[in-house]
């Protein structure tokens, strides 16, 4: 596996059910990112982890809950969700810190997303 | 007040032909980023080019360039020689405080190309 992996690619859930999101880099980043992407909105900011902890929680409801183990992983365990939380969810890692590492500008590489749909 | 515009929900274009992707920023930190992703149907976003505040040049790759204007507060990008494989959205973004750990991405809503034949 090379770049940035989400599974699953999609997701149906019921408004009761629990779900969680995978997220891994092979990329040996430091810093790894939760968005959401609704329909018509620019992407909005969830979580941030840098060194596998959080920097940036950007007033996310409770029945989202990330969990980074380590600089490879990044979850998202979903519970009771509500339908206008159906959205393309993108993970996103980058090396933060030092420029010019390998010709990077510190750019966010991201996964292909989870498409969620709460029923 | 929004940090990234894009105000061009829709633009079309014809094979061979150059578009120009507008996008305005405005922050008040010195140091930052701007970045341009593309996103096509399948949904992954690619990055595509970047300008850093203290570059002075304009950044190129490829059939990309940023049209970088500072005192402006303008970073559009020109796509050259349009092919059908540019159709997508395309996403300004922008990063403040230069190299600072855990940063995110501000995002624009995105402007959506197509390439006809």
């Known amino acids: 596996e090379t770049g940035v992996t989400q599974t699953p690619r999609h997701l149906v859930m019921g408004m009761t059910n629990k779900k969680s999101l995978k997220c891994e880099q092979h990329?040996?980043?430091?810093?790894m990112y939760w968005y959401k992407q609704s329909a018509k909105k620019p992407l909005e900011l969830m979580f941030v982890?840098?060194?596998?902890?959080?920097?940036e929680n950007n007033s996310v409801p409770s029945r989202f809950s990330p969990e980074c183990p380590n600089s490879s992983h990044l979850f998202l365990h979903l519970h009771t969700l509500q339908p206008e939380d159906s959205a393309l969810y993108l993970c996103?890692?980058?090396?933060?810190?030092?420029?010019?590492?390998?010709?990077?500008?510190?750019?966010?590489?991201f996964g292909p997303g989870t498409r969620l749909t709460v029923l | 007040a929004q940090k990234i515009t894009q105000t061009q929900p829709g633009m079309f274009v014809q094979e061979k032909e150059a578009v120009t992707l507008d996008c305005t920023y405005d922050t008040s930190d010195p140091s930052y980023g701007l970045f341009w992703y593309k996103q096509p149907s399948s949904g992954e976003m690619i990055f595509l080019i970047y300008q850093g505040s203290y570059d002075q040049q304009n950044a190129t790759e490829g059939r990309y360039s940023l049209n970088f204007q500072k005192a402006r507060k303008s970073a559009n990008l020109v796509i050259s020689a349009s092919q059908l494989g540019d159709s997508a959205m395309y996403f300004c973004?922008?990063?403040?405080?230069?190299?600072?750990?855990?940063?995110?991405?501000?995002f624009g809503k995105g402007t959506t190309l197509s390439v006809s034949s």
């Open positions: 990329l040996g980043h430091n810093a």
């Open positions: 996103a890692s980058s090396q933060d810190g030092d420029r010019d590492i390998m010709g990077s500008y510190n750019e966010q590489f």
């Open positions: 973004a922008m990063r403040e405080g230069y190299n600072q750990a855990g940063t995110a991405l501000i």
């Open positions: 982890y840098s060194l596998e902890e959080r920097v």
